[in-house]
């Protein structure tokens, strides 16, 4: 009985590796921290104005990540976030749950939130989802902001969240973490200024990626067996 080989166009591995990589090289500028990119992002975007830069607070940054976990289940059409936590939360939830120190905090100033159904790289997510019209522009380029603090996460089956606090704190001053945030036990999602990795977030958006090439690997090796 003759063999059957299985046979894949040549330029099918290249294209699968290059599908792999490709999450890995987006996220790759900041150690896997996508919330780092985005601030750089913002930064970019005030400084072409002529704006100072903002510090990137890892306290308001938690907080922020703090702020989209409450919004599950609130992403409307257009990236819209139908989800306002009460003012009290930042004090009374936010900053506790981040081990923000109470005399630290500090105004909050402005925010952005949107949503996407999927992952989006940083650059999208800021035109695309988070500054897409005057209003979140305004937000943005507000002189009195002097900190920022990103966060995002996504949920299983669910949309991701991103979340971006502005305050007019002083640098190394205010929204300052507990032990430099040694102690936050960081479950899901990322914040800007973390010195973890993001736990799920934008993961769960790689997954396919390994799923389909390590699906051809597993179909080329049996190719191979069944060869020999």
């Not at 990589?21 to 919330?35: D, R, W």
């Not at 430099?180 to 790689?206: D, L, V, W």
Request: proline share 5%; hydrophobic share 35%; charged share 15%.
């Amino acid at each position: 009985m003759m063999k059957k080989k299985l046979c894949f166009p040549d330029w099918i591995p290249l294209l699968l590796l290059c599908h792999l990589q490709l999450p890995t090289l987006v996220c790759s500028k900041h150690h896997g921290n996508p919330a780092n990119d985005l601030v750089e992002i913002i930064n970019q975007n005030r400084t072409a104005q002529k704006l100072e830069r903002l510090n990137d607070s890892p306290g308001l940054g938690c907080m922020a990540l703090q702020y989209v976990e409450l919004c599950k289940g609130n992403c409307s059409g257009n990236s819209a976030v139908n989800c306002k936590p009460p003012t009290d939360d930042f004090t009374e939830v936010f900053a506790p749950n981040c081990g923000v120190e109470l005399p630290t905090i500090g105004t909050i100033t402005g925010h952005i939130v949107g949503c996407q159904l999927k992952y989006t790289e940083p650059s999208l997510a800021f035109a695309n989802v988070l500054v897409k019209d005057k209003k979140s522009l305004s937000v943005l380029r507000n002189k009195s902001h002097s900190e920022v603090g990103v966060g995002l996460i996504g949920f299983h089956k669910g949309p991701f969240f991103w979340c971006v606090l502005f305050s007019n704190g002083g640098t190394n001053s205010s929204f300052v973490l507990e032990d430099r945030g040694e102690g936050i036990k960081q479950k899901k999602g990322c914040y800007s200024g973390s010195a973890f990795p993001c736990n799920a977030g934008h993961r769960s958006a790689m997954l396919f990626n390994y799923i389909i090439t390590f699906s051809y690997l597993f179909i080329s090796l049996l190719n191979q067996i069944w060869l020999t």
